[in-house]
């Protein structure tokens, strides 16, 4: 170790990565805009009651096709039941192993802080360290080496090892661990072409995607107003009419980074299956070809690959951290919020974080990267706020390490929440619907194509959906290198970097009728009345089938009970709410039914109270589809038998 000691560059990079260090952990006022000032939110409110469309503050969406009402985040009826969630820490204990960065080795370096141990540990004379080296194995598998135990000190991290467990232990006693870490690394890639990085970066826009799971545009000003702040800086914007797609997470992840449905691929293989995902072109493989490093981090599963789909590919090293330090039931085991003595989204963002460092600040590259946490939001509404403050830190550190000089970034979600008290409000139908989507250009960007800012201000308030964000990233690739092609996958998708059309339909944008926002509703309590109505649609699913002759392959499906309705509004053309001109109510009912049926109907009532019609193409059913009939209205309709 002296070797590296006695180095003075490495004490002079050990001064200030401590800076660093102490400047990330003593961070309480959030100086936000230090390099471009802040948009004040009240003087863009103002700047859209001077625009032409009257409703402007009203509505997300107002065209004569499409409209999607403002929500307040902040309304009576939201607060009453927002608690600010209680911190939840892994750990109050700091950390015995840090991790350091040698630039010109290239190299991390993990430090032992003896005197944090003597102080945390002071009865403890006899202890010794074990490290678990994780690596690559058959196939590019992580798999991990026991090392044997040694006196806990300073260790050098080769590059081949891509994460670390450590464990601390008494000497006298084995089974009282004293602490237990793990760490992963963004290693420098051996035997890469960087020849012509430096030009590249130039030309070719890194790419960072930051999602988080969901989140709807308004549960994300709600509970984690920090990070709002930070993204209502110049260069970004709000995507305010961005829909969601589906509410099933894989299906969500895997439309924005192929672009086509599941269904698109099922001639090629079966997407559930585990190796099919290999053989499919995703996001990453197109930036991949264009010679950037490509990286997918997430904190909990969505797609299984049983290949590294990407230079750097963090969960199933995550996965092997949980295997170590989870083994015996040692571990906490009960909730996925932590892994070991970090938060697990903790890993996303510093895995993102040495990206960022090693690659666009200290070496030229183009990046592709998207870094996935669901483990802090996916449960309880309220729980990101528990983490804003932290997720601002991370924006911080990598605006200082150059990623917004540099990269567009987006920040997203792919679906709003689906449970939970949320559903019981009247914005309930909006809340699931309407995910967050920031976008961010660079100031280099923004400066050598002035149109797609132009048109990036016009589509905040035209509808788009997953698909239109998955052309937009490879229209980035395109932009610079327009020979590039690609298979079509989404025919009615639209590049959010051209001025998208007014009127866009959902239809048009190949968004399903039932998750579409453009004829918004708000939810309604459940009654008896509705209940009823529940009924006499399963009644008429049963009625059609009967019709059909399917009762073969079909079961007769009983009503089991409801889940929310939602009532649909109609807008004049100066957005006031207006009765329907024929008198008739439309009604979006979804209710369970046995055996085992998730479904989201439509009834129209008339003015006498009267069922006026239960339009069969107009209902959807959420769980697996049917391949005991043919055609799409039965395949909806029909549970096999
Ligand atoms: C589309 O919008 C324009 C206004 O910009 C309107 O005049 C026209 O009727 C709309 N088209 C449809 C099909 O609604
Ligand atoms: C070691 O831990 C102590 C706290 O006991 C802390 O003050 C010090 O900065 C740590 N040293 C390093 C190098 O992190
Ligand atoms: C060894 O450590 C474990 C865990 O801390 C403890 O339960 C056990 O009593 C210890 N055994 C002895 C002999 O001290």
New binding site residues.
């Given amino acids: 170790m002296s070797w590296l000691l006695s180095n003075n560059g490495l004490l002079l990079l050990a001064s200030l990565f401590v800076c660093v260090y102490i400047y990330f952990y003593s961070f309480v006022r959030f100086e936000l805009a230090k390099t471009e000032p802040t948009i004040n939110p009240e003087q863009s409110i103002s700047q859209e009651e001077n625009s032409q469309i009257p409703s402007q503050n009203k509505f997300n969406v107002f065209d004569h096709v499409c409209k999607i009402p403002r929500v307040d985040p902040f309304s009576p009826d939201v607060m009453a039941i927002f608690e600010p969630p209680k911190p939840k820490t892994c750990t109050d204990q700091p950390g015995l192993f840090t991790v350091r960065y040698n630039k010109q080795q290239k190299l991390y370096l993990l430090r032992f802080n003896k005197s944090l141990f003597v102080k945390l540990f002071p009865s403890v004379t006899h202890y010794a360290c074990v490290f678990y080296e994780i690596v690559s194995g058959p196939s590019d598998k992580p798999i991990w080496n026991k090392g044997s135990p040694f006196t806990c000190s300073n260790r050098i991290v080769p590059r081949s090892i891509q994460g670390i467990v450590v464990e601390c232990f ?1 000497l ?6 004293l602490q237990r870490d793990a760490f992963s690394f963004v290693q420098h890639l051996v035997g890469r072409n960087e020849a012509n990085d430096e030009k590249r970066s130039r030309a070719y826009p890194s790419v960072i995607m930051l999602g988080i799971d969901s989140m709807s545009q308004m549960n994300f000003q709600r509970t984690m107003p920090m990070t709002a702040k930070f993204v209502r800086q110049t260069g970004w914007s709000d995507m305010l009419g961005y829909n969601g797609l589906f509410n099933n997470g894989f299906k969500n992840m895997f439309d924005l980074l192929s672009g086509g449905s599941p269904q698109l691929w099922e001639q090629h293989c079966d997407v559930k299956r585990l190796g099919c995902l290999d053989t499919i072109t995703f996001l990453w493989n197109h930036f991949h070809n264009s010679g950037y490093l490509t990286a997918y981090a997430e904190d909990s599963l969505s797609l299984a690959f049983t290949r590294k789909p990407v230079d750097y590919y963090l969960y199933p090293i995550l996965k092997v951290f949980k295997e170590i330090m989870e083994r015996e039931g040692r571990g906490q085991g009960e909730s996925d919020y932590c892994l070991g003595r970090r938060e697990s989204f903790h890993y996303v963002f510093e895995s993102c974080l040495q990206l960022v460092q090693r690659f666009m600040n200290e070496t030229p590259k183009p990046l592709f990267g998207l870094y996935w946490t669901k483990t802090f939001s996916h449960e309880d509404f309220s729980a990101a706020a528990r983490v804003d403050r932290n997720f601002v830190r991370y924006l911080e550190l990598y605006r200082e390490h150059g990623l917004f000089d540099k990269a567009v970034v987006i920040l997203f979600s792919l679906h709003g929440q689906r449970k939970g008290p949320l559903m019981r409000l009247a914005s309930g139908f909006l809340e699931e619907r309407l995910p967050m989507l920031h976008i961010y250009l660079p100031p280099w960007y923004r400066k050598q194509y002035p149109d797609v800012r132009n048109a990036l201000e016009v589509n905040r308030r035209r509808l788009c959906s997953t698909y239109d964000l998955h052309l937009t990233i490879k229209n980035l690739l395109t932009q610079v290198h327009p020979n590039l092609e690609f298979e079509v996958v989404c025919n009615s998708c639209m590049s959010l970097l051209y001025i998208i059309p007014e009127n866009r339909s959902c239809a048009g944008a190949n968004i399903p009728e039932w998750i579409c926002s453009c004829e918004p509703c708000r939810r309604v309590p459940n009654t008896e009345l509705m209940r009823t109505w529940a009924k006499l649609i399963v009644f008429r699913i049963n009625q059609y089938l009967a019709r059909k002759k399917l009762i073969r392959y079909c079961s007769h499906l009983k009503f089991e009970h409801l889940i929310t309705v939602d009532h649909q509004e109609l807008y004049n053309s100066e957005g006031q709410i207006v009765k329907p001109a024929d008198g008739i109510q439309r009604y979006r009912i979804k209710f369970i039914t046995q055996p085992n049926g998730v479904f989201l109907g439509n009834i129209f009532i008339n003015s006498q109270n009267n069922i006026a019609d239960v339009p069969y193409h107009r209902i959807t059913r959420f769980n697996t589809h049917s391949k005991c009939v043919d055609g799409s209205i039965n395949n909806n309709l029909c549970v096999c038998r």
């Fill in positions: 008494e006298g006693n084995k089974s009282r661990i």
